[in-house]
């Protein structure tokens, strides 16, 4: 068994190595970067940090994702919840279809869709809002959402509705005190989902921001083309991206593998 | 059993509305471009099937896909079995587990355009990590901007890394779901490990490994933001994926007609490879 485990500890390692080399790279100064080569920062520097907290262009890129991410993810869940548990309890007319039609939305490449979106969000005048890129989102992770919490809701014994239909709990009270707290789990699993390909996704976020709503990755293209490519400042911008998904990842850890297992994905 | 009610309909309904409106209204923005031709100025003219014909005959079209469809089996080729054999040898308990778990699932929760620009510092030939220990320490040259074979490799190396967690996470979870006793009745019986895994692991693997392969093959196959950063889709057009040639000839060039076209051929062959998946899978399951 010992032996075995030395296959994860070298693909860990190896997922480890670009993360290091843009910390490292974070830490030094722009001259020291074209300068040469070095394992370590040979003069730390926090410079680049200080511009991204000091300069708003920066720190509102940061910001504005999380608070269309955060928007997504909780009109994704919401609207999931009702539609998941339709799906794991009842036989309706085209409930397969539509299962698939949901599915397929998370098949269509965004690339195809760049174009219309804007011009379909510029028309009803939600161009560079948050709820824009919040709603867009809403494409790919409301299908995923569905899917996750069908899942986990189909693993919960139908017995539990019945007897609290009997118990004379009204549909409401029952769906939000009782049948909500069993697939805890389950809506949090969806929620990291939803998280993820949210605050991963780029395309769609700039194309239908221009200031007001910028995300972090337009703030971080402009720096890559402007002023001699600033890697340093790029590194350190880069780094600052990893935190929320660090955080997010944090609060589901126990779920991570269990959650795979119970629920569909 | 799953009871009749057609009232279902009004639980689904903000998800309907929510979807329809990204999903149909887009869509048909694309279908009508499609089939029409412009000269700038809002004046469309119909086309017919014009563009259709053109994109379906096109060399760019077809060289395109192909690079496509290679990248594709190529990830599928490596990050499922490797994503496998990392899940199976991983211990099923223990206090490390939950911090490897952890440090896999990093990567994913990266932003692409993140996960671009950071392999780019990691292989910069002079400057970067990788590129330095490559060209002057174990002596290969190695120049992404200039060779194609180089950025060919670069780009699936970077996707291995990006995605085998996902497959990871979804194999592992299937074995943790095998109960003890099955090890056991293979250990009486004097199964080897390959018959463990043959008749026990796999099958129990099946349904998420089915599940991953789609999310990869669906996700790869629409992948854009992490090559373009990368390579930009050179050098010359050695990485120019799908994606990357559509939003060139649609935002670059601003071909509407031509991109519309390209984009629902594309969209429909995604749609029919997940497709046959999605029956086989659900076919399995009655």
């Known amino acids: 068994m010992q032996r075995r485990s030395i296959v994860p500890i070298l693909y860990v390692l190896f997922l480890l190595l670009p993360i290091y080399w843009l910390l490292a790279m974070s830490f030094k100064t722009t001259n020291e970067i074209l300068g040469g080569f070095s394992l370590l920062p040979q003069e730390w520097t926090l410079d680049n940090y200080r511009v991204i907290f000091t300069d708003p262009t920066w720190y509102w890129g940061y910001i504005n994702s999380i608070l269309y991410v955060s928007l997504n993810t909780v009109i994704s869940v919401l609207a999931a919840l009702p539609a998941a548990y339709a799906f794991s309890r009842y036989r309706f007319l085209g409930d397969k279809h539509l299962f698939f039609w949901l599915l397929t939305n998370r098949m269509a490449p965004p690339a195809v869709f760049a174009l219309p979106f804007f011009q379909l969000y510029s028309s009803v005048g939600l161009f560079d809002t948050h709820i824009a890129v919040a709603l867009a989102h809403c494409l790919f992770n409301i299908p995923l959402a569905v899917w996750i919490l069908e899942g986990f809701m189909s693993g919960v014994p139908k017995e539990i509705d019945e007897t609290a239909m009997v118990d004379g709990y009204s549909f409401p009270t029952f769906f939000f005190k009782i049948f909500v707290p069993t697939i805890k789990a389950g809506i949090g699993v969806a929620a990291f989902f939803c998280f993820m390909f949210s605050w991963v996704e780029m395309l769609l976020a700039k194309t239908l921001t221009a200031v007001a709503a910028k995300p972090i990755a ?40 269990r959650g795979f297992a119970l629920g569909r994905v | 059993m799953k009871t009749p009610n057609q009232k279902a309909w009004l639980f689904v309904a903000p998800v309907i509305i929510l979807v329809a409106f990204n999903a149909l209204v887009p869509l048909m923005t694309v279908v009508n471009y499609s089939v029409q031709e412009t000269f700038g100025n809002n004046l469309f003219f119909w086309h017919g099937v014009g563009w259709f014909e053109q994109v379906l005959n096109s060399e760019r079209f077809h060289a395109a896909l192909g690079r496509q469809f290679l990248f594709t089996a190529t990830i599928l080729a490596i990050e499922i079995p490797l994503g496998v054999a990392i899940a199976l040898s991983m211990p099923r308990s223990g206090f490390w587990v939950p911090v490897c778990l952890v440090l896999m699932a990093l990567p994913l929760l990266i932003p692409w355009n993140v996960v671009g620009a950071m392999w780019n510092i990691f292989t910069l030939p002079d400057i970067g990590l990788l590129g330095y220990t490559l060209n002057n320490v174990v002596g290969i040259e190695y120049n992404m901007t ?7 490799i670069t780009v699936v190396v970077m996707d291995v890394w990006h995605w085998t967690s996902l497959v990871v996470l979804l ?116």
């Open chain 2, 171 to 286: 194999a592992y979870a299937g074995l943790i779901s095998i109960p003890d006793a099955y090890y056991q009745a293979a250990k009486i019986d004097g199964a080897s490990n390959w018959s463990v895994f043959r008749y026990i692991q796999l099958p129990k693997m099946k349904r998420v490994l089915t599940i991953a392969i789609l999310l990869r093959f669906m996700d790869s196959f629409m992948i854009y933001t992490e090559p373009f950063v990368l390579t930009g889709g050179g050098p010359g057009n050695s990485t120019t994926l799908l994606s990357i040639d559509l939003v060139k000839i649609a935002l670059g060039q601003f071909d509407l007609g031509p991109a519309a076209a390209m984009s629902l051929v594309y969209f429909a062959i995604t749609l029919l490879v997940s497709w046959l998946f999605y029956t086989l899978m659900t076919r399995d399951e009655e």
């Open chain 1, 218 to 257: 337009a703030t971080m293209t402009k720096t890559a083309s402007s002023a001699g490519y600033e890697l340093g400042l790029l590194a350190a911008a880069g780094c600052l991206t990893i935190i929320p998904g660090a955080i997010v990842i944090y609060f589901v850890r126990n779920y991570i593998a």
């Open chain 2, 146 to 152: 200039q060779s194609p074979v180089a950025a060919w």
